[in-house]
């Protein structure tokens, strides 16, 4: 895992005062990351042109020009006149090297380098400035952003013109915006510049983490004097759209669980399934919501009761009547049992309206305030509100997820994912253990497809399997 930061200014400042740094040797080694980086992407005498605005994020692209030139044929393009003083004094000490040419037209080369905005920017962008990123993008083969692409900020839209790029800079640690769900089209492959001290000297304990691949541990299973009940059993509801909860069942299965339970009428069931009209005696953890339709109020209300651990998900997060549910919040507050929900941002909004929240507009400016906000009123619930890039939350951590693939963008990928969390669940593992190892699972088994349009439910349960020999060799 990874530290995140929703911003990192306070971070500059405390290693230029507890070290003695000064803002120029910040400058000097964001620059000479990115040399690093540009070298290790593309050969020398390459043509590179970077795009320099008027803040500290154009003092970078000066001083990177600085240290290219003699290297490669570097050009600038001033998009606004130097402005910060940091920006200031880089423009005057690369305007002493002749061979750095001042462009006023951008034209094809081999490498842009984006220095325009960075962080700072907040707002909608002039008309002026989406022509020089649409240019930008178009232009050259390799495309690099300096801290974070231009364009990008808690406040981009669906429609913002942004600066896409192969690989971002991120500069000293790594920024929560890299990571909406909108970024996951532009920032491509994520670089972290040491800025004069280590990481380790650079960051402080954050309430944000981004998982990685290696904090996947999957349920393998040691002993080898065991039987099926010490691995728990699941208990799948299953309503209207019964496909759901079988599909959830399944994926329960194959991720470990010792037995999975269907509760319903009239199923026909896969022969590995146990059909059942009551709640087995040794259930061991629930799942529920997943194609419930209009009985996911009475399931509600019915569990409300009990003391195992259980997954809630799709109707049972997103109907009608669960505001006049009383119940519902009794459950979200008991302190008995370990719950996980898991919403589609609509889902989500629906949620928090549910839970007193009043009526929400969620957008990528107060997405993680509302998920900080619900796991500060619920402290024992989990959260893992879906995404582009998931967000899993408990006891006001946020965990990142940012793995997924869009091959999961299709009916019953949810579905699998419950079923996963509710086998964890099942097996004795907490809320927020649950939730990250099978999202993190579910992310990577999706990359196992070779296309991005193919993957089923039925294919992504069979590629579960599949992980341990992929992870653990």
Request: aromatic share 6%; proline share 4%; net charge neutral.
């Amino acid at each position: 895992m990874q530290n995140v930061y929703q911003d990192v200014k306070s971070l500059d400042k405390r290693i230029c005062d507890r070290f003695e740094l000064t803002p120029q040797i910040l400058v000097e080694n964001a620059a000479n990351a990115l040399v690093t980086l540009i070298k290790q992407k593309t050969h020398s005498k390459s043509v590179v042109t970077i795009i320099c605005g008027s803040g500290d994020n154009g003092a970078d692209g000066y001083a990177l020009a600085r240290k290219l030139t003699g290297s490669y044929r570097v050009r600038i393009y001033q998009a606004l006149e130097p402005k910060s003083p940091l920006c200031v004094e880089m423009c005057q000490k690369a305007r002493l090297f002749e061979d750095i040419r001042f462009i006023t037209k951008l034209t094809p080369c081999d490498v842009v380098v984006d220095c325009l905005f960075g962080s700072g920017f907040r707002g909608k962008m002039s008309e002026e400035f989406e022509q020089i990123l649409k240019l930008a993008n178009s232009i050259a083969p390799l495309r690099i952003a300096c801290d974070i692409p231009s364009g990008l900020s808690l406040d981009s839209e669906e429609d913002t013109t942004i600066f896409r790029a192969h690989h971002t800079m991120c500069m000293g640690a790594i920024k929560y915006a890299l990571l909406l769900d909108i970024a996951k089209d532009f920032v491509g492959e994520i670089h972290i510049a040491e800025l004069g001290v280590s990481r380790q000297n650079y960051e402080i304990a954050s309430p944000i983490r981004l998982l990685e691949s290696h904090d996947l541990i999957l349920p393998t299973r040691t002993s080898q004097n065991a039987h099926k009940g010490d691995f728990g059993h699941l208990c799948v509801y299953a309503g209207s759209k019964s496909g759901a909860a079988i599909l959830a069942a399944q994926s329960a299965l194959h991720f470990g669980a010792g037995l999975v339970s269907v509760i319903g009428d009239k199923l026909t069931l896969p022969y590995e399934l146990m059909a059942s009209k009551a709640i087995p005696q040794n259930t061991t953890a629930f799942a529920f919501g997943m194609g419930l339709g209009e009985i996911a109020p009475k399931i509600l209300s019915e569990n409300t009761q009990r003391t195992e651990p259980c997954v809630i998900d799709a109707d049972a997060l997103y109907c009608s009547e669960l505001k006049e549910l009383l119940e519902y919040r009794s459950l979200l507050e008991s302190t008995q049992r370990q719950i996980v929900l898991t919403p589609h941002p609509k889902e989500f909004v629906a949620l928090l309206e549910v839970c007193g929240f009043g009526s929400v507009r969620l957008n990528a400016t107060n997405r993680l305030e509302y998920v900080l906000q619900f796991t500060q009123r619920y402290p024992e619930v989990t959260l893992l509100l879906k995404g582009a890039n998931t967000l899993i939350a408990h006891k006001e951590r946020v965990y990142i997820n940012p793995l997924g693939s869009v091959a999961l963008a299709k009916g019953g990928s949810g579905d699998v994912l419950a079923g996963m969390i509710g086998a964890l669940l099942a097996q004795g593992h907490s809320g927020i253990e649950s939730a990250i190892h099978a999202s993190l699972a579910h992310a990577l088994a999706s990359h196992l497809e070779t296309s991005t349009y193919a993957l089923t439910p039925q294919k992504l349960i069979q590629n579960l399997a599949k992980l341990e020999r992929k992870y653990y060799e």
